[in-house]
Every structure is written in C-alpha cells, then in structure tokens.
Nanobody, 128 residues
C-alpha cells in the first residue's frame, strides 16, 4: 500500500496558476500509474489527469487539456499537477491516486474505482 499526501492547494484568482504535489511513501511508487481527480461540492469525483508508470504517457480530461500538466519524479516519489489559466469551475478538492493494475500501467485509468490508494485531498479555490 502507498501512502499519498497532497499539497499545494490554495486560493487563487481566475487566470492564475498553482502546482499541486503528491508525495508517496510505502509501497514502490514506481509500480503504479498515478492519477489526479477532483470533487466539487454536490458533484461526483471526476477524472483530471493520469500518468503511466514510465512517466511518459499522459491523459487529460477535455476540460483541463492545454491548461494542466501532470508529471512525476521517481527520485522524489512525487507526482505533480501544474495548473495554469485557472477558472472558477476548477474549484474543487483535488485528490491523487495510485493504480497498480497492469492494465492501467501505460497511462493510468480515467475511472476512480480503478485506483487502489488515495490521498486526503487538497482544496483549490479559484475566485472570479
């Protein structure tokens, strides 16, 4: 099992930027594809981005494509989500998650229940 801890959330004005970090400890970080999800009040948790075990293949939700970038640093056991041109509709709690399945190894999954371990989340609030 991997313990995941997110950081980097906060309050930012529309058009601003934030970088979220998710640091992993425990089970081998390299064995997992990683994903970022978010959940706004009254809404279901939704896929944001994912990255494969090799750190090369990535996938993004259409709503964030071109604005968000996912990356991972295996030496630091950390996955990042760089967010630019933030919009009020990006306001949510952001979660990182680890997926150990071989089927998802290349790029990670878009479905939340495919992930095995989750962090506690970090709040991102974008003001208009």
């Amino acid at each position: 099992q991997v313990q995941l801890e997110e950081s980097g959330g906060g309050l930012v004005q529309a058009g601003g930027s934030l970088r979220l970090s998710c640091t992993a400890s425990g089970r081998t970080f390299r064995s997992s594809a990683m994903g970022w999800f978010r959940q706004a009040p009254g809404r279901e948790r939704e896929f944001v981005a994912s990255i494969g075990r090799n750190g090369v293949n990535t996938d993004y939700a259409d709503s964030v494509k071109g604005r968000f970038t996912i990356s991972r640093d295996k030496a630091k056991n950390t996955v990042y989500l760089q967010m630019i041109s933030l919009k009020p509709e990006d306001t949510a709690v952001y979660y990182c998650a680890a997926d150990y399945s071989l089927a998802s190894a290349r790029v990670g999954a878009r479905v939340a229940n495919e992930y095995d371990d989750w962090g506690q989340g970090t709040q991102v609030t974008v003001s208009s």
